[in-house]
């Protein structure tokens, strides 16, 4: 690509240059890599520019030390700050109204020129960015066309702050505060009110020119050509009427305030999207007409809580672009009879009465759970109901498809996944090391950074537990037994095949409380480069038959899925408790756990990398065929820290603690022996208590300090557990 720039005379001095390619306006330091961005990219640019007239930048906090003389602090909000020079490109005079533009949220600001060198910088106060969420990349241009007068401004309170009553004193604040601003409906606004901030809402403007818009009709009227020029802006004046609505109905005016999702701002599960989009195409009846064949109307997305089922739904709901609702079950379930069933029937009535529609259903679980002996009569009349509904769409045939979510796919009634109701499902899965480094790209596409593609690869690739740093704590002859058991086995499984031995299936880790057993496992599958699930002991128990073996096995499958995988269970003997004779027969739910979970662990070398790492305080406890060779076969020892570790968790905790010079860590180690690694931490925390209950304004922490500590905090592992542990390494060894 060729690039000229404009040189001639006094210009070859200016700060800024022009490429002759695209016509773009940059400063001297960014044309390098303007020349391999050429043209650069109007919507997500990694550098600044100006191009006709606009500002393309990024926002900044505005820096209240360079606040210009004889302007109030209360009108900095109002202001957005720019370089003198790039006013003056941009055509902008200073005390114009600017449009101030990051991503969805536009609002008009006072252009001011800024003592900043940074050509290109864009700086708003703390409280403007806060609270309109202007953040990321910013777009500023001159306002130029027309500007409504607003004859009513509707408004609603935002945030938690307790509400004055609408009185003449208020009207006449926000007359007073707000005159001669323009806004567009969705703007913030605050306003002081003996000494608090009130933050209002705008929901509806009324003006001579257009008596009622909203925001939903103003979304409906946006296109992508011509977003700004689209978007109607509003000035108040002093004889303007302010309405603020009460909570109820700003309830129902502000259903539009949901965060908007697009589909391209989602990485990683682009397959699986074009899958449900398929299904999506032939239910809202886009497709070439099909005969009679059968057409299916129900979509169901499950996966573990927090994957993105929610998100995915939301933007293709955004994709298409059509009427839709969202139904939660806390908003329409009602304790009066009937009354349940009557919102469902409203709602399916208006999604056929608007179609095409889509109708997504959260946590459809919770919404009707699945049928059983306790189910009340309220839960299996909400089924019947909606199983009903659901056959009113497939017979009708009318281009309605409902959505539904879940992570609880197992408690989802079958009645509802049959043919002709919720038939087609999609698993949104524990996204993969590639399937993060596509969502991480696809979160910092917006943000300005200067992380490398390898940068973002190793991000993605570590964020599966805790840091790496967590390994730093001691116990470095413990980190290295661990090494040998979990991370060889999983990353060089070729060294094992090469000497003709197989590798430790599970790892038991066991020693007092408070010894970082839980951490270290943490940390080790984040050192290992490997995916960590967390099980905790009450979720594999159900009072139903069978729940908890599927409990199990769905855990091992997961853990395979994503593997090499390292499946860490805390307390396992509350799961693989010693069996007793009298149980009867195996009834008991905790043996059938420990069954299934016997059954897994077999079956883990043909099935995939995944190693089991249990933690205990009571060793003695287990069950002894867990603990054979072939399934837990590696057991180590993590004991209270010795002198080196002790020492080495106080220099963590006290690098960042401001304590007296005569302070000698030596004498804490030696003071400290017996203690555990959760103890040592809290010492070094009630130290800096007692500071502050001396002094709130404290900015030392003394020897005394940590005597008063070392007397209210104390080991309190008994010597008898021990002694336990002792005999136990004895057996074993």
């Known amino acids: 690509m060729t690039s000229k720039t404009k040189e001639s005379g006094r210009k070859s001095l200016s700060p800024w240059m022009t490429c002759g390619a695209c016509q773009s306006i940059l400063a001297q330091k960014d044309f390098e890599v303007h020349l391999t961005n050429c043209p650069p990219n109007l919507e997500t640019w990694n550098h600044d520019f100006i191009y006709n007239n606009i500002l393309y930048s990024s926002i900044e906090t505005y820096n209240l030390l360079d606040q210009p003389k004889n302007i109030s602090v209360r009108a900095f909000d109002d202001m957005v700050f720019i370089s003198q020079s790039a006013l003056q490109l941009c055509e902008i005079a200073i005390g114009d109204s600017a449009v101030v533009i990051a991503g969805e949220n536009k609002v008009i600001k006072t252009a001011w020129p800024t003592k900043d060198k940074a050509l290109t910088s864009v700086s708003l106060t703390k409280h403007a960015k806060e609270l309109n969420n202007l953040q990321g990349l910013v777009r500023i241009q001159k306002l130029n066309y027309s500007v409504n007068i607003a004859k009513e401004f509707i408004i609603c309170s935002v945030g938690k702050q307790t509400l004055p009553e609408t009185t003449m004193e208020l009207n006449v604040i926000l007359k007073n505060h707000n005159e001669e601003k323009i806004f567009t409906v969705g703007n913030k606004f605050s306003v002081p009110f003996y000494g608090k901030k009130l933050i209002y809402k705008i929901i509806k403007v009324i003006s001579n020119e257009c008596s009622d818009v909203n925001f939903t009709e103003q979304l409906s009227q946006l296109n992508i050509t011509d977003q700004e020029h689209s978007t109607k802006f509003y000035k108040a004046l002093y004889n303007t009427k302010w309405t603020i609505l009460n909570e109820k109905q700003g309830e129902k005016q502000e259903e539009y305030k949901k965060v908007k999702y697009k589909l391209q701002d989602i990485g990683g599960y682009d397959k699986v999207i074009e899958d449900i989009k398929h299904v999506l195409d032939i239910g809202l009846g886009r497709c070439q007409s099909i005969g009679d064949f059968f057409i299916s109307k129900g979509i169901l997305l499950y996966g573990t809580a927090g994957v993105g089922k929610s998100v995915i739904a939301n933007a293709l709901i955004s994709e298409y672009d059509i009427n839709s609702i969202t139904i939660y079950s806390s908003d329409i379930y009602s304790k009066s009879l009937g009354e349940t069933e009557k919102k469902l029937q409203d709602i399916f009535m208006e999604a056929k009465a608007k179609a095409p529609s889509i109708i997504l259903i959260e946590e459809v679980d919770s919404l009707c759970p699945k049928r059983s002996t306790s189910s009340t009569d309220h839960e299996r009349r909400v089924l019947s109901q909606l199983t009903a509904l659901f056959d009113d769409i497939q017979n009708r045939n009318v281009n309605v498809v409902i959505l539904a979510t879940t992570s609880k796919i197992d408690f989802v009634d079958n009645s509802l996944r049959r043919p002709g109701r919720i ?75 090469r000497m003709g031995i197989t590798p430790p299936k599970g790892v038991l880790m066991f020693g007092p409380p408070g010894c970082s057993k839980t951490m270290v496992a943490k940390a080790l599958a984040t050192e290992s480069k490997v995916n960590f699930l967390n099980i905790k002991g009450p979720e594999l128990f159900s009072k139903w038959v069978g729940e908890s073996e599927k409990a199990v096995r769905e855990i091992f499958r997961k853990a395979r899925q994503v593997s090499p995988s390292i499946i860490f269970i805390d307390e396992i003997d509350a799961l693989g408790g010693e069996r007793s004779s009298s149980s009867g027969g195996g009834s008991n739910v905790q043996e059938r756990v420990l069954a299934q979970l016997l059954t897994e662990l077999d079956g883990i070398t043909a099935l995939g990398s995944v190693t089991l790492v249990a933690a205990t305080n009571r060793p003695d406890k287990i069950d002894k065929a867990l603990l054979r060779p072939g399934r837990v076969d590696r057991i180590i020892y993590v004991p209270l820290p010795d002198f080196e570790t002790r020492q080495e968790i106080f220099d963590i905790k006290l690098k960042n603690m401001p304590i007296a010079e005569d302070i000698e860590i030596r004498d804490l180690v030696d003071l400290t022996e017996g203690y555990s690694g959760a103890e040592i931490q809290a010492i070094c925390h009630e130290a800096a208590m007692e500071a502050l209950e001396e002094d709130l304004n404290a900015t030392i922490i003394t020897k005394e300090h940590f005597k008063a500590a070392l007397s209210i905090i104390t080991p309190r592992t008994p010597p008898s557990l021990i002694n336990l542990y002792n005999d136990y390494m004895n057996k074993i060894h």
């Open 423 to 497: 038939d087609r499902e999609f698993e949104i899965y524990v996204p993969t090391p590639s399937m993060r480094t596509e969502i991480f790209k696809k979160m910092l596409a917006k943000i300005p950074n200067t992380l490398s593609p390898e940068d973002i690869q190793n991000v993605a690739f570590v964020t599966h537990g805790f840091v790496g740093a967590d390994l730093y704590g001691g116990q470095k002859h413990l980190k290295l037994k661990l090494k040998q058991a979990i991370e060889w086995p999983l990353c060089h499984p070729e060294a094992f095949r």
